[in-house]
Each structure stands twice: as structure tokens, then as C-alpha cells.
């Protein structure tokens, strides 16, 4: 944790394209600042919202719900289309989640989801039970295995919760069941990146998403140099310009000649 960052939500007002920023699970805010920062400075409208129960206390989180994220995601959504008359949802983990979820409720231009998990509990036999566990064990340590910060100065520049909330985990767990069944039902543009490092998603998640939407117009791009924290990591300039370049093409109305995909960072489409 580092009490020394601000965890506020941000916004920067720009021109009438809005970019609504969504951190992910257990994190805050500054996980999306310097992405926020760089967009703002291309000229755009960007909201960095922060998530119900996240960036305060470990009592807040554990006593949010998943219905209680996607309000925090609605409100920031609310605020962002009444100032722009086009709007772009960005969002990383969790925040991907809530993007696709919106899109299936509001008009949104495009999304982009970042490191965005389609199931959990196959990973540990111990999750499908997380739902009696909750009762009796709040919170875990972060296993070792889940910090897989390429950069090891990614700790300056994000805020998270130093422990796990046991019932804020089986939150999550429904809702990433819920967004798996809408994916058909999702035809918005997106970008979905997926940093190869990452250790706290299946990897096959981005995969999925990417065949299971009915967009036609999308777009898969793996980040090699990368772990979960995409916009924060070692490879966070070339995140940003990924995601400027979705931007740009998606508001001029030139989004993907075809449907493409990037493999491994490869820059040849498909």
C-alpha cells in the first residue's frame, strides 16, 4: 500500500470525446493516472472514477457488493455523457469487466479492457467454496505469485489493499460469471490487451473474450514486457499509445479496415 498517493477519482476536462476511466479490483485510481494524464494530454475529456469500497479502508471494501461497483461505474458514465457527446470506457481488470457490462446498458463508441479475467475459480479448488469460507475467514495475504510487476518501480505509481477481502473476492466471482454470459450479447468495439506476465488472470480470459463478443470490430494485442498492471508496467508508454490509437480511429469512424489481431506484440494484423 502507499498511503502517499492521492486515491481520489480525477478528471480532466477536454474536448467532446470523454475517456472513463475504471482501475481494477482492490486497487484505486492511480493505477489509470499516467494513462489518464497522457490521454488528457491529446486533448481529451478523461474521468478517473474510484470504485465503491476501494482506495479507503479494508472494512468499506469487504461490505461493497458487485452491484455496488457497477453503481460507482454508472455514476462516472452519467457524469461523463452529459459533458461529451462521445464517450470511450477503458478499463483495467475489474474496471474491463464493468466496461463490457456498460456497454450492454448505455451507447459507448468503444472499449477497452485490460487484463480482464472470464473465470477465477477453476484456478483454486477453494474459491468454489469461497461463498461458506467468507463466514469464517475475512481476509488472506496476496500470494507472492500475484506480485508480476515486470517493472519493479511499479509500486510508486499504484495503491492497493495489502491483503485480500475474502467476501470482496466472492463479489468479484459473481460478477466475473455474469459479464461471461453477456459476452455474446457485447457487439461494441474493443481492444482487449493482455500483458504475457500476468499472474492474477488465466490467460486464456483475453482469448475468450475476444471470440465470444459479437463485435465486429475488434482487436487482441499481447503485451510481452507486461504483468497485470498494464498502464502501470514496464510497457505502459506502448499500452497508452495502443490505446490512443483505438481511440483515434474508433471516433473517426475508421475503426479496423477488417477485424484484426496482434500476437505476442507483433504489429502485422492477422
Known amino acids: 500500500m502507499k498511503p ?3 486515491r481520489g477519482p480525477f478528471f480532466y ?13 482492490s486497487g484505486s485510481p492511480p493505477e489509470v493516472h499516467g494513462l489518464g494524464d497522457f490521454l488528457a ?5 478523461v474521468s478517473g472514477i474510484r470504485l465503491a469500497g476501494h482506495g479507503t479502508t479494508p472494512q468499506d471494501f469487504a461490505q461493497t457488493s458487485w452491484q455496488d461497483w457497477v453503481a460507482s461505474a454508472e455514476a462516472g ?31 459507448i463508441c468503444g472499449l477497452v479492457v485490460m487484463a480482464t479475467a472470464t473465470h477465477l475459480a477453476s484456478e483454486d479448488w477453494r474459491l468454489r467454496f469461497i461463498g461458506l469460507f467468507k463466514y ?5 495475504p496476496v500470494p507472492e505469485i500475484l506480485h508480476d510487476a515486470v517493472d519493479p518501480t511499479v509500486a510508486e505509481r499504484i495503491w492497493h ?6 467476501p470482496a473476492l466472492h463479489e468479484l466471482i459473481k460478477f466475473v460469471a455474469i459479464v461471461r454470459q453477456e459476452l455474446p450479447r457485447i457487439s461494441t468495439p474493443i481492444l482487449i490487451l493482455q500483458g504475457k506476465g500476468d499472474r492474477n488472470v ?9 471470440q465470444r463478443v459479437s463485435s465486429t470490430k475488434k482487436e487482441l494485442i499481447w503485451i510481452p514486457r507486461s504483468g497485470h498492471i498494464l498502464p502501470a508496467d514496464a510497457a505502459r508508454q506502448e499500452v497508452w499509445q495502443h490505446i490512443l490509437g483505438f481511440i483515434q480511429t474508433t471516433i473517426d469512424g475508421n475503426l479496423f479496415q477488417r477485424v484484426s489481431r496482434h500476437q505476442a506484440g507483433n504489429s502485422l494484423l492477422a
Open 4 to 6: 502517499a498517493l492521492d
Open 13 to 25: 476536462r477536454g474536448n467532446d470525446t470523454g475517456v472513463l476511466l475504471i482501475h481494477g479490483w
Open 41 to 45: 494530454g491529446q486533448g481529451y475529456t
Open 77 to 107: 458514465w452519467q457524469e461523463l455523457s452529459e459533458q461529451c457527446s462521445k464517450v470511450i470506457v477503458v478499463g483495467l481488470s475489474l474496471g474491463g469487466l464493468l466496461a463490457m457490462h456498460l456497454s450492454r446498458r448505455h451507447t
Open 136 to 140: 469464517f475467514i475475512r481476509e488472506q
Open 161 to 166: 489493499y495489502d491483503k485480500i477481502s475474502v
Open 202 to 210: 488465466p490467460l486464456d480470459s483475453a482469448e475468450e473474450i475476444y
